[in-house]
């Protein structure tokens, strides 16, 4: 089995957040949910279990940096995995967010190369689908499980040892699920061309996904995976800029709802066509925590004023 070094996927201060987008085209992600939801097929894709794995030793609480022992250099050639400690939590199943720690060894020398996410401080939730990568490494782990995995050295680096606590498993329908707007949420004004003007209150950015139908359409409900053509303005929080808008570009764009950030996802599933959306989304639920991510808009809460103007069934 061949499989991506997490390390490589955990750049950034080990975050792990597979957000990726452009500037001049909608909040684009890689896919964060499958339909299947099935857990038994992250069992499937998962590294098998192997002596090596097993003779590493772990000790410590789930959660807090371990102390890890074995006898190197450790000689093998297939990556490898065991369950060291079974949580008695949530299974994860396909495009559910994971909350971890991790910890990578050198598994030539012993020696700790990074760790991250112990002692309160996760790294950043991560969906765990069906070819995403991390897939590998989780399986359908349990929440407050401790995975040992070992990879053999390839073009991209030597050898490695993997500790990674499942801290935490939220659910794909209940990642940032979207809720009725706070006391402190912007407002939008539309020109007599129909072009929006966010503005943005006094206040602290809330957290989540916080959302204001505006104008309910009468049109088709958009499912997920549909393919939606969008109208939309978006600005950050932090001083109300714009920094995206199809209004400004003069037409729509196009794409599929499970191919956006997740903010932006969920302003999209259940609505009509013809509705009118005002829409916020804390970093997590959107391009990630700053130092999380590379993209120019981590760490940024975003607004966006969306209309819905077509969908096509997926």
Known sequence: ?????????SVAALSAVLLAGCAGSAPQS???????GAASDLCAVAVPEGDVAASVSVSGEVGELPTVEFEAPLEFTSAERVVAVEGDGTQIADGD???????VYDAATGEQLQAGGFDGE???PQPITIGSGPD?????ATEGSRLVVATPESQSGGALVYVIDVLEVTPADAWCAATEPGDVFPTVEYSADGIPTITIPEGEA??????????EGDGATVEPGDTVTVNYTGVKW?????FDSSYERGEPAQFSTTGVVAGFQRALEGQTVGSKILVSMSPTCGY?????SEHELAGETLVFALEIVEVTEQ
């Open 1 to 9: 089995m061949r499989i991506r070094p997490l390390v490589a996927l």
């Open 30 to 36: 890689t896919p964060t949910a499958s339909e299947t």
């Open 97 to 103: 967010y994971v909350t971890y720690a991790l910890a």
């Open 122 to 124: 996760p790294i950043p």
């Open 136 to 140: 590998a490494y989780f399986g359908c």
């Open 206 to 215: 809330p957290e989540g996904v916080q959302l204001e139908v505006l104008e």
């Open 238 to 242: 932090s001083d109300g800029s714009v």
């Open 288 to 292: 990630g925590e700053a130092g999380s």
